[in-house]
């Protein structure tokens, strides 16, 4: 199923999101930055230039790329990147330099993918009790062991 989702260009250098094969959940962000270098151990924002409207109830979430982030040590610092519906700022990486070297992130570059989904708001309701269930509070590997 198809959305449509609006973007502004915040600049010249903005790279419209594309997706790399017709089944692809996540649309590669390219930076719209002049070339950066990420020092090792470091996290820098890098820009994309694009402001988004997402449809009300969806929401984007930014995930890493796994070529970069298993080639060159590139990742979004936060693990998941959330956009709300209701954000209209630039969107942004929080890219992080896991590795030993400086990274240098060129201008037009695929930083991380945005895949779009939509989201529940849930209701929390205080209860004495919750329904038993077989996992019970299992956790943290206990589904694994025997």
Known sequence: MKYNVKFKKLNDAATVPTYGSP???????????DEITIAPHTTTLVKTGL?????????????????????????PANKVGVIDCDYRGEVMV???????????????????????????????????????TVRGEGGFGSTGTK
């Open 23 to 33: 089944y692809s959940a996540g649309a590669d962000l390219y930076s719209a930055m």
């Open 51 to 75: 402001a988004l409207e997402l449809p009300q109830g969806f929401v984007g979430l930014i995930y890493a790329r796994s070529g970069l982030a298993t080639k060159r040590g590139l990742a």
């Open 94 to 132: 929080a890219l992080h330099n896991h590795t030993d070297i400086p990274q240098s992130v060129a201008q037009g570059e695929r930083i991380a993918q945005l895949v779009i989904t939509p989201y529940v708001v849930a209701e929390f309701e205080e209860a004495e009790e919750l329904s038993e």
